[in-house]
């Protein structure tokens, strides 16, 4: 660094603030530095830093699983969003595995990271363990646990009930809740339902149990198999509304094996707007929950935990969601449209 310094006629403090993004650094000031560094082949001693700061510069991000196409994207919007700020992130799978859950939030990650984002499993039990959180988290869902943390999600109800009265506007009343694992009511899966039971209930539609359809877990096999079992039953239907995307790909497969025309039959609603939805035939509509801002606002309150701000303070933040259309509901007619057809906006609020 000296080195660089000399070669650049500025202090070796000047040097240390451009190699560490310190922004109040004079655009001239920056030039020099980096021309410096580049004629020198530069490179940070991480190491080094890392022991001066007492920082390992990295994070964890901890999922369900990969294999689902919502956390495996989620994954890739949080490392970039890290990056950006120069941080590193660790994928951490918990495989919906309580116990190697409550080893997140138990710190046993914090030898190998400076803090944990955790997104939680549908398999989570009823929340009965005190927790003592002594490290930055931040949980990307739903409050399922009684804990001092930032909440960073969606408005599931809400998204849920667009979702459903969407498909009520197109005349379908007989629609399948593809996905209601009988949770206790914190959980990702119970606020949907209660967003799909609000929309039948201002519309005027009595709910059929029958219609209310677990699958478990959220995976196209379980959609596939849900979806074969309840056609058999021979229960009159004429949309689905899954609750996510993969149970709605399982879906559109066994309605096609079964040869029902789909939108014009029934309808499918998926949630999550995956990449697959737009490549399959017909695009499934879907809510898209904004994972792009979901990870940035994740990591952004994660590195402000960590840079020891507000430690007092802790938040539920919703993010914003919006209903995209495509060919599953008759919303569009070619593979290559979609239509926004309604958008939430997010908010905070304080916890306790």
């Known amino acids: 660094m ?80 890290a990056e950006a700020h120069q941080w590193t992130v660790l994928i951490e799978q918990t495989g919906s595995q309580p116990g190697r859950e409550m080893d997140v939030l138990s710190g046993s990650r914090q030898r190998v990271s400076d803090g944990v984002l955790f997104a939680p499993s549908e398999s989570w039990p009823s929340p009965t363990h005190p927790f003592s959180i002594d490290f930055p988290l931040v949980i990307l869902g739903e409050q399922m646990f009684d804990i001092e943390a930032d909440y960073v999600t969606m408005d599931n109800v809400e998204a849920a009930k667009a979702a459903t009265a ?53 995976h196209r096999l379980a959609g596939a198999q849900t979806m074969n079992e309840f056609l058999d039953s021979g229960i009159r239907m004429d949309a689905v509304f899954a609750f996510n995307d993969t149970l709605a790909l399982g879906a559109l497969h066994a309605l096609t094996a079964h040869h029902i025309r789909v939108p014009e039959d029934v309808a499918i609603m998926g949630f999550d707007d995956i990449d697959e939805d737009r490549y399959c035939l017909p695009t499934i509509s879907s809510v898209d929950p904004d994972r792009d801002q979901l990870a940035q606002v994740g990591v952004e309150r994660l590195l402000a935990r960590i840079a020891g701000e507000h430690p007092d303070e802790f938040h539920r933040i919703t993010v914003d969601s919006r209903i995209i259309g495509r060919q599953s509901t008759g919303d569009t007619s070619s593979p290559d449209e979609e239509l926004v057809l309604s958008v939430h906006k997010g908010r905070v609020e304080p916890i306790g």
Not at 49 to 69: C, D, F, H, K, Y
Not at 186 to 195: D, E, I, Y
Not at 205 to 216: H, Q
């Open 2 to 81: 000296k080195d660089v310094a000399d070669l650049a006629g500025v202090s070796v403090k000047s040097v240390s603030n451009v190699v560490n993004g310190y922004e109040h650094v004079s655009p001239a000031m920056h030039r020099k530095v980096e021309a410096a560094l580049d004629a020198l082949g530069y490179r940070m001693n991480v190491a080094a830093r890392n022991l001066r700061t007492q920082s390992t510069g990295m994070i964890t991000l901890a999922v369900p699983e990969l294999a689902l196409p919502y956390f495996a994207e989620l994954a890739g919007s949080v490392i970039r969003t």
């Open 166 to 218: 969407h498909l009520i506007g197109l005349g379908r009343t007989r629609i399948v809740a593809l996905g209601a694992s009988p949770h206790w009511d914190r959980s990702t899966a119970a606020r949907r339902l209660a967003g799909y039971r609000m929309a039948l209930r201002q519309a005027g539609i009595d709910e059929d149990p029958a219609l209310i359809v677990p699958a478990d877990p959220w």
